[in-house]
C-alpha cells in the first residue's frame, strides 16, 4: 500500500473490500440461521431451548470476549490480531460438515463466536486508520456498514435459497471464502502498526475475566429461569453470580491502575449517546427477525424459499437507504439523524406489535421500518464512538459498539425465546400447529413485541437527552 494518505476509497480498495467481508460475515452470521431453524430443529431433534442456545452461543462468546480482545488488539496490533482470528473462523466453519447434534453445532457456534470476538472490533478502528479526513472515514464506515446490514438482511434470503438446493450446514460453510477474501485483502492493503500506534499499559487480565463472566451469565439466565424452572437452585446461583461478577467488575475499573474500560470514555456524551442508539437497534432486529422466520415458516406455513423472499423489503430497503443516508445525515445533523432513525426503528416494532400477525402487508412494512432505521443508526453510532476515542484505543471503542451490538442482540432473542417456552405448550418445530398453538403463538410475539417496545423507547429517550449537549446536536 502506498506511503501517501489516502484521498478516496478507490485508493485503499483492497483493504476496504477486506474490511467489508469481515463486517459482512458479523452480519450475515446473526441472521442467517433463523430460516434454517425449523429445519436444524427438525434433523438434530432439537428443543426450543436447544434452538435458542444454537442463536444465542454465538453473540454469547462473541459479546463476552469482545472486549478482551479489543483491548489486545489496541496493544498487539489490531492488523495482526485479525489475521489471526480469520485463519481461526476459516478453521471452525469447516468443522460444521461433522456436525451431527444440536450439542455439536452449539460448541462451533462458540468456536465461531471466538474467532468473531478477534476480527470484529478492528474492523471501524482499521477503517479510521485508513484516513486522516473526516469526510472519507464516514464514507468508509458507510460502505462497510452497507455490506454488513445487507448481509443482515440477505442472511434469511440466502439461507433460503442454499437450504432449497444443499444442507443446512453449507450455511455456515459460506464463511470460509469470506475468511479467505477478507484475509487476502487486509493482508494485502493494510500495513502492521508501528509501536507508536499500539497502546503501551499492560492488559487488565482480571477485568477482563470479571467482565467476560458477567456477560454471558445475564444473556444466559433467562434461558436457565425457563428451562429448569424458577424452583431450580442453579437459576439462582447463576443470578447471585452476575451480581457479585458485576460489582467485582465495576470496583476493579475503578481502582485499577490499567483499566479494562476507562470509566471515563464510555462518560462522553459522544460515545454513550452512540452506544445507546446502537443497543436500541440491537434489541429491535434481533428478537423480530427471530419471531418473523419463526412465523412465516411455521405459523403460516411457507416453505423456506418464500419465507426468505417474504424478507425481500429489508434487502431492498437497505441497499435503497444506502445511496441517501450519507445525504440525510449531512442534511438534518448527526443527532437528529440518530433520533429520526431510532424512531423509525421503534414504529416498526409497534407496528408489528398491533399488526404484524393479521398480513404479510404489515409484516413488510415493519420490516422497511427497521432497515432505514438500522440503516442511518449504525453509520451515526459507529461515527460518534470513533470520534469520542483516543487513537491508541480505537479496538476497545470499536469492541463497545459490538459488544453492544451482540449483547442487545443475544437478550432479545433470549426474551423471544423464553416468552416463547413460557407461553406455547407443544414442540415448536414440529410444524402443523393447532388453532390453540397458533394462538399461543400470536400471543407470545404480541408480549414480546411489548417488552422490546418498551425496552427500545427507554433507550432511544435516554440517548436523545444524552445527546442534547453535544456540539453536533445543534447542526
Known amino acids: 500500500m502506498s506511503t501517501h494518505t489516502p484521498q478516496s ?92 447434534s444440536s450439542y455439536e453445532l ?75 477474501f477478507a484475509f487476502v485483502g487486509i493482508r494485502s492493503g493494510i500495513k502492521p502498526e508501528q509501536p507508536q500506534e499500539l497502546h503501551p499499559e499492560p492488559i487488565d487480565i482480571t477485568g477482563a475475566l470479571c467482565g467476560t463472566i458477567t456477560i454471558i451469565l445475564f444473556i444466559a439466565l433467562p434461558t436457565l429461569f425457563v428451562d429448569l424452572g424458577p424452583y431450580a437452585w442453579l437459576p439462582w446461583m447463576a443470578c447471585s453470580a452476575a451480581f457479585m461478577f458485576t460489582i467485582l467488575f465495576v470496583v476493579r475499573e475503578r481502582t485499577a491502575k490499567h483499566p479494562l474500560i476507562d470509566t471515563t470514555l464510555i462518560g462522553q456524551r459522544l460515545v454513550s449517546s452512540g452506544l445507546a442508539y446502537k443497543a436500541a437497534a440491537g434489541l429491535a432486529i434481533a428478537g423480530l427477525g427471530y419471531m418473523i422466520c419463526l412465523q412465516l415458516q411455521l405459523d403460516w406455513g411457507w416453505s423456506p424459499l418464500i419465507a426468505s423472499l417474504g424478507m425481500l423489503p ?49 409484516v413488510a412494512i415493519t420490516l422497511i421500518c427497521i432497515a432505514a432505521g438500522i440503516r442511518i443508526v449504525g453509520v451515526v453510532a459507529g461515527v460518534n464512538v470513533m470520534k469520542g476515542t483516543p487513537k491508541n484505543r480505537t479496538s476497545i471503542g470499536a469492541a463497545l459498539i459490538d459488544t453492544t451490538d451482540q449483547i442487545t442482540s443475544a437478550i432479545s432473542v433470549a426474551i423471544a425465546g423464553t416468552v416463547l ?17 397458533k394462538t399461543q403463538f400470536n400471543h407470545a410475539a404480541s408480549l414480546c413485541t411489548l417488552i422490546l417496545v418498551i425496552a427500545v423507547a427507554l433507550l432511544i429517550s435516554w440517548a436523545f437527552n444524552r445527546a442534547q449537549s453535544m456540539p453536533s446536536a445543534t447542526h
Do not use: C
Open 9 to 100: 476509497l478507490k485508493d485503499v480498495w483492497p483493504a476496504l473490500a477486506g474490511l467489508s467481508a469481515v463486517f459482512l460475515f458479523e452480519m450475515l452470521d446473526n441472521s442467517i440461521l433463523n430460516i434454517a431453524l425449523p429445519t436444524i430443529g427438525r434433523e438434530l431433534h432439537a428443543s426450543t431451548t436447544e434452538l435458542q442456545w444454537i442463536v444465542n452461543a454465538y453473540a454469547i462468546v462473541f459479546g463476552g470476549l469482545m472486549l478482551a480482545f479489543g483491548a489486545l488488539a489496541d496493544r498487539f496490533g489490531r492488523r495482526r490480531i485479525m489475521l489471526i482470528g480469520l485463519g481461526l473462523l476459516a478453521i471452525t466453519s469447516l468443522l460444521t460438515a461433522f456436525v451431527r
Open 106 to 180: 452449539i460448541i462451533i457456534r462458540m468456536l465461531i463466536g471466538v474467532a468473531a470476538a478477534m476480527t470484529t472490533p478492528g474492523t471501524i478502528a482499521l477503517a479510521f486508520r485508513l484516513f486522516e479526513n473526516d469526510g472519507l472515514r464516514i464514507r468508509a464506515i458507510s460502505t462497510i456498514t452497507t455490506v454488513g446490514l445487507v448481509g443482515l438482511a440477505a442472511g434469511p434470503v440466502v439461507g433460503g435459497l442454499l437450504l432449497s438446493i444443499l444442507p443446512w450446514q453449507s450455511l455456515l460453510l459460506i464463511n470460509v471464502p469470506i475468511a479467505l
Open 314 to 362: 429489508l434487502v431492498v430497503t437497505l441497499l435503497v437507504s444506502g445511496f441517501v443516508v450519507e445525504k440525510f445525515v449531512n442534511r438534518v445533523g448527526i443527532h437528529h439523524a440518530a433520533l429520526l432513525g431510532s424512531l423509525s426503528v421503534l414504529s416498526g416494532l409497534i407496528v408489528y406489535g398491533i399488526f404484524g400477525t393479521s398480513g404479510y402487508v404489515f
Open 421 to 437: 417456552t413460557a407461553l406455547f405448550k407443544g414442540n415448536l418445530t414440529e410444524g402443523h400447529w393447532t388453532a390453540l398453538q
